[in-house]
């Protein structure tokens, strides 16, 4: 007997919404070499439970689910059950999207064109401590790795005023530029209620009442500069 043959498959939990494309990639795996599906979610919430139920060694993660998304999911897994491995399986492969997953801890990245070859690879991958990539997502981390650093905006703020945070200023930045909560939060990486909590913080300090005040209040102290020509 091989040593292919003696090897236990893969024991997999799948975490995606939308019931038709879960049950679809469900029925795929059933038919794949060496992967065991033992469980399906519909949202982060359900996922991480099932994870401390089960103890899969791999979950397939959607990103963009209800209640709780893919990227906070795995932040979860990771922290509280770092054997299992993280493979995220989506349509989406913007940065917004990717680099967020990684830093919370996916190990692999696929988007659902992805066929079962490649699925099988990528978790095959991430089970003896590689990365389980497409190629496109690696081309794309090596277009942002050769991509020279960012300069320091001119108006980089050295000391926060009025006693608000690092982050708050950001915030209040971002304000300024006319960004609403939820760009706000997608430009940050955190939830809309971060977004709100962050301030509700920056008013109480500043004194500061609404999203127009927030914005005179940056221009007053120098944060942003009005725009010239």
């Known amino acids: 007997m091989t040593e292919?043959?003696?090897?236990?498959?893969?024991?997999?939990?799948?975490?995606?919404?939308?019931?038709?494309?879960r049950e679809g990639i469900v029925m795929l795996l059933g038919l794949l070499p060496g992967i065991e599906v033992v469980g399906a979610a519909g949202d982060g919430y359900e996922a991480?439970?099932?994870?401390?139920?089960?103890?899969p060694d791999v979950v397939l993660m959607d990103l963009r689910m209800p209640?709780?998304?893919?990227?906070?999911?795995?932040?979860?897994?990771?922290?509280?059950?770092?054997g299992t491995q993280v493979v995220v399986l989506t349509t989406y492969a913007d940065d917004?999207?990717?680099?967020?997953?990684?830093?919370?801890?996916?190990?692999?990245?696929?988007?659902?064109?992805?066929?079962?070859?490649?699925?099988v690879r990528?978790?095959?991958?991430?089970?003896?401590?590689?990365?389980?990539?497409?190629?496109s997502i690696?081309?794309?981390?090596?277009?942002?790795?050769?991509?020279?650093?960012?300069?320091?905006a001119p108006d980089a703020l050295v000391e926060p005023p009025d006693g608000l945070t690092t982050r708050e200023t950001e915030v209040l930045l971002l304000i300024a530029e006319g960004l609403t909560n939820?760009?706000?939060?997608?430009?940050?990486?955190?939830?809309?209620?971060?977004?709100?909590?962050?301030?509700?913080n920056l008013f109480a300090k500043t004194g500061l009442k609404d999203?127009?005040?927030?914005?005179?209040?940056?221009?007053?102290?120098?944060?942003v500069r009005p725009p010239t020509g």
Do not use: M
């Not at 991480?48 to 103890?55: D, I, P, S």
């Not at 209640?67 to 770092?82: D, L, Q």
């Open 4 to 21: 292919e043959e003696t090897r236990k498959p893969a024991r997999v939990v799948v975490a995606d919404d939308q019931t038709v494309v």
């Open 48 to 55: 991480v439970a099932l994870v401390a139920e089960l103890a």
């Open 67 to 82: 209640r709780c998304g893919g990227v906070e999911a795995t932040r979860r897994i990771r922290a509280e059950h770092p």
């Open 96 to 119: 917004e999207s990717l680099f967020p997953a990684l830093r919370a801890g996916a190990r692999g990245y696929l988007t659902k064109d992805a066929g079962g070859d490649e699925i």
């Open 122 to 135: 990528a978790v095959e991958s991430v089970l003896s401590g590689d990365a389980g990539l497409s190629p």
């Open 138 to 152: 690696q081309r794309r981390l090596l277009e942002r790795l050769s991509e020279p650093a960012a300069a320091p």
């Open 182 to 200: 939820q760009e706000i939060a997608r430009k940050l990486h955190v939830s809309t209620a971060t977004v709100k909590t962050h301030i509700n």
């Open 211 to 223: 999203r127009a005040q927030a914005v005179r209040y940056a221009f007053g102290k120098g944060l």
